[in-house]
Structure formats: C-alpha cells, structure tokens
C-alpha cells in the first residue's frame, strides 16, 4: 500500500500542471500523461484506496502552481474552490461516478477522468 501511494504522489506530481487539457488552439496545450492508474483499475479499488488517490491527487492540484501552472487559471482555480471544503472520500465518489457513468473511458488514466469528473462538478462561474 505504501508504495502505491508514494507512486501515485509522484505521478500527480509529475502531471501537473493540468492546464486545458482539451485547450483551444489559439491557448498553449498542456502536455498531460496518461498516469499510472487506468479508470478501470480505480473504479476496482475499495474506498480506502479511491480515497487516497483522491487526496493525492488534490494535493497535486494544490501544489501545481510550484510546477508553474498559474494561481489564476480559471479551471484550476475552479476546481480548488469547490473542492475545498469536501473530504477526500466526496472527491473519491465524485470520480467513482462519473468513471461508472462513463465506462467507455475505463482506458484511459484516472487522472483525465478525475479532472473532466471535476470539471463537470465545479463548473468555471
């Protein structure tokens, strides 16, 4: 377990900066890695362990503007906002949803998921 969690805390870290990952082409994209975790392995994980995914994976985001993403990004900074008053375990089952309402997406890294699960929760007002 611990080094499942010292591998995901690297990897968030290693992936943030999350700009817009689907950015237009006007905007400079965000290079943004698959990760480690597929969607479908998260949504086979017991909550314990969604759980610390999802308190990594918001450490990552709290710490991205040390990787120089910008304080002010209006994704990031949406995200943070809505999240900052949930426990890890509501961020988990917010993830948990949406990759079980999306398993067309079980392929790709929980990561992506994780952020369009958010971004769909906290909307840029």
């Given at each position: 377990?611990?080094?499942?969690?010292?591998?995901?805390?690297?990897?968030?870290?290693?992936?943030?900066?999350?700009?817009?990952?689907?950015?237009?082409?006007?905007?400079?994209?965000?290079?943004?890695?698959?990760?480690?975790?597929k969607?479908?392995?998260?949504?086979?994980?017991?909550?314990?362990?969604?759980?610390?995914?999802?308190?990594?994976?918001?450490?990552g985001?709290?710490?991205?503007?040390?990787?120089?993403?910008?304080?002010?990004?209006?994704?990031?900074?949406?995200?943070?906002?809505?999240?900052?008053?949930?426990?890890?375990?509501?961020?988990?089952?917010?993830?948990?949803?949406?990759?079980?309402?999306h398993?067309?997406?079980?392929?790709?890294?929980?990561?992506?998921?994780?952020?369009?699960?958010?971004?769909?929760?906290?909307?840029?007002?």
């Open positions: 377990m611990a080094t499942f969690t010292c591998r995901m805390m690297v990897t968030l870290l290693l992936l943030l900066p999350i700009g817009e990952a689907f950015s237009q082409e006007s905007e400079q994209t965000a290079l943004v890695s698959q990760g480690f975790v969607a479908e392995q998260y949504v086979s994980f017991g909550q314990s362990q969604q759980t610390t995914y999802a308190a990594g994976l918001m450490d985001m709290y710490l991205a503007p040390a990787f120089d993403a910008p304080n002010n990004d209006k994704y990031l900074l949406a995200i943070r906002n809505c999240v900052k008053d949930m426990s890890a375990t509501q961020v988990a089952a917010i993830i948990m949803k949406y990759a079980n309402e398993p067309e997406k079980w392929h790709m890294g929980t990561n992506l998921v994780a952020y369009q699960a958010l971004r769909e929760v906290c909307p840029v007002k």
